[in-house]
C-alpha cells in the first residue's frame, strides 16, 4: 500500500492549489484526477477575467490554471490521473483509499485528505420542466465544452433560462459563433450572476434578460422544437395567464451549482445546509479529524482567485495537521448567522489554532445599497464594516483578526447584516 501525508482529490484549480501549499510545507502529496488531464472546468474556460485578485492580470482559464499545472509539475508531484476513487474510510492512523485506473485497483493510505471536487450543475429535471425528453436541452457548462473544448456549435435559436455566471457568458460566446439568443429568462426579481457578467454579456450585445420569468414546458420529439415561458408570482410560482410558447431548437440551463459531497458524506462529514458544503473552521477542516474542504466542493465562489485561495490554505493546514497528527487537541467556537446572510464560511473557529489571520466568505441575503457586517461575541461587538452594494451573487471577501475577541470555548459569536436603518 502507497503511503502519503496528504491525498488531494480533485485537480482542478482548489485541488492544484492545495497539493502545491501542502508540497511547500514539506508533505509528501498525491493527487487524484478522474479525468485525463489537469485543470478542471478552466480547460473549456476560454474568455478572460481571471487572475486579476491573485496576479493583477487579465488571463483566460487555460492561461490560470496553466500556471498552476507548471509550478505542480516542476515540483514533481505525484498524480494519477483517469482515476476513480471508489472507496475510503477513516482509520487509527488516517485514511485508506480505493482507487480504479487502467492500471487496476489501488490502496492508498494517508494521514490527511483534502477534498477539492467541484461542483456539478442543476439539470433541466431538479428544476421541475415538465415535458418530453428531446435532444437540445443543455446545461451551460455542457454547451461550453462543445463550443470550445469539440469546436461543434449545439444551437442555432436558444433560449436562456437562468442568470448565472456560465450562462451569461454562452449567450455571448453562442452569439459571436452565430446562434441567435432569444432572451434569458431568470425566476428571481434580480439577476443570479456578477454584474460585470450582466453588462458584458448581454447589454453589450443586446441580449433581452426577462426577471420573474420561467421556462415552464420543454416541446419536441427527436429535437427540441419550443419552450413554454411564463411570469411568476412573489412565491415564484408559474401565473398561467402569462404563459406563451417560443420556437427555438436550443434551451441552455445556468440554475445553480451543487457541491460535490457525496465523498465527504461516506466519511461521515456534516454539511452546511446553506452552502451544500461541509462545515468546516478556519483552517478549513471539516468536523471528521483530518478531512479538509476548499473550492467549490466547500461553497460555490464567484472568482477562480478566491477557489485557490481556499485551497492553498487546506493544502498547507493538511500538511501541518499530518505533521503533528493528534498532538493538538480540537477546541472549536461556532458562528451563528441570522437570516440578512445567506451563508457564511467558515462556520467555526479554532481556537488552538492561530487567530490573526481569519479569511470569511459570505453573501448577503437580500440586495443592499448600504450594509454593515457585525460580530457579537457573547452579546458584545467586537468588530463591524460598512458595506456598499451588497448582492446575493456576488460573494464577499473579509480577512480579520480576532486574536483580540477574547474568545472561549463557551462564546457565543453571532454574525449579522445590519440595514442602514437598524443600525
Request: proline share 3%; aromatic share 6%.
Amino acid at each position: 500500500m502507497n503511503r502519503y501525508d496528504v491525498i488531494v482529490i480533485g485537480g482542478g484549480p482548489a485541488g492544484l492549489a492545495a497539493a502545491i501549499s501542502a508540497d511547500r510545507r514539506g508533505a509528501e502529496v498525491l493527487l487524484i484526477e478522474r479525468e485525463a488531464r489537469l485543470g478542471g472546468i478552466l480547460k473549456q474556460c476560454i474568455h478572460d477575467g481571471f487572475g486579476l485578485v491573485r496576479f493583477g492580470e487579465k488571463l483566460s482559464g487555460p492561461e490560470y490554471v496553466e500556471r498552476f499545472i507548471k509550478e505542480f509539475r516542476e515540483r514533481r508531484i505525484q498524480s494519477s490521473l483517469l482515476t476513480f476513487v471508489t472507496d475510503m474510510k477513516k482509520t487509527d492512523h488516517g485514511f485508506v483509499l480505493r482507487a480504479v485506473n487502467r492500471s487496476g485497483v489501488h490502496e492508498y493510505e494517508a494521514k490527511a485528505l483534502v477534498l477539492a471536487t467541484g461542483c456539478r450543475e442543476r439539470t433541466a429535471k431538479q428544476v421541475q420542466i415538465h415535458g418530453t425528453r428531446p435532444a437540445g436541452v443543455l446545461t451551460a457548462g455542457t454547451a461550453q465544452h462543445f463550443v470550445n473544448l469539440q469546436g461543434k456549435m449545439p444551437a442555432r435559436k436558444c433560449v436562456i433560462l437562468g442568470s448565472g455566471d456560465i450562462g451569461l457568458i454562452m449567450a455571448r460566446r453562442l452569439t459571436l459563433e452565430g446562434a441567435e439568443v432569444l432572451g434569458v429568462y431568470e425566476v428571481k426579481p434580480t439577476p443570479s450572476g456578477l454584474t460585470r457578467n450582466i453588462v458584458q454579456c448581454l447589454d453589450d450585445y443586446k441580449i433581452p434578460l426577462y426577471l420573474s420569468h420561467t421556462v415552464t414546458r420543454v416541446f419536441g420529439e427527436q429535437r427540441l422544437t419550443a419552450v413554454e415561458v411564463a411570469e411568476v408570482d412573489e412565491q415564484m410560482q408559474p401565473i398561467k395567464s402569462t404563459r406563451k410558447r417560443i420556437a427555438c431548437d436550443t434551451l441552455i440551463l445556468s440554475v445553480g451549482l451543487i457541491p460535490e459531497n457525496e465523498m465527504a458524506e461516506k466519511l461521515g462529514v456534516r454539511l452546511d445546509t446553506k452552502t451544500k458544503g461541509p462545515v468546516c473552521n478556519h483552517r478549513f477542516m471539516t468536523e471528521v479529524e483530518g478531512v479538509f474542504s476548499c473550492g467549490n466542493a466547500l461553497h460555490v465562489n464567484d472568482l477562480v482567485d478566491y477557489v485557490s485561495e481556499s485551497g492553498e490554505l487546506s493544502g498547507t493546514a493538511a500538511a501541518e495537521y499530518a505533521e503533528k497528527m493528534g498532538s493538538t487537541k480540537r477546541r472549536e467556537v461556532s458562528l451563528n448567522t441570522d437570516a440578512s446572510l445567506q451563508y457564511l464560511v467558515p462556520q467555526k473557529l479554532a481556537l488552538s489554532e492561530g487567530l490573526d489571520k481569519v479569511i470569511f466568505y459570505f453573501r448577503s441575503r437580500e440586495v443592499l445599497k448600504q450594509g454593515t457586517l457585525v460580530f457579537l461575541v457573547d452579546g458584545k461587538e467586537v468588530f463591524h464594516r460598512k458595506y456598499r452594494n451588497l448582492k446575493p451573487p456576488e460573494m464577499e471577501r473579509l480577512e480579520l483578526n480576532c486574536t483580540s475577541f477574547g474568545l472561549s470555548d463557551a462564546s457565543r459569536i453571532d454574525v449579522q447584516i445590519k440595514k442602514e436603518g437598524d443600525i
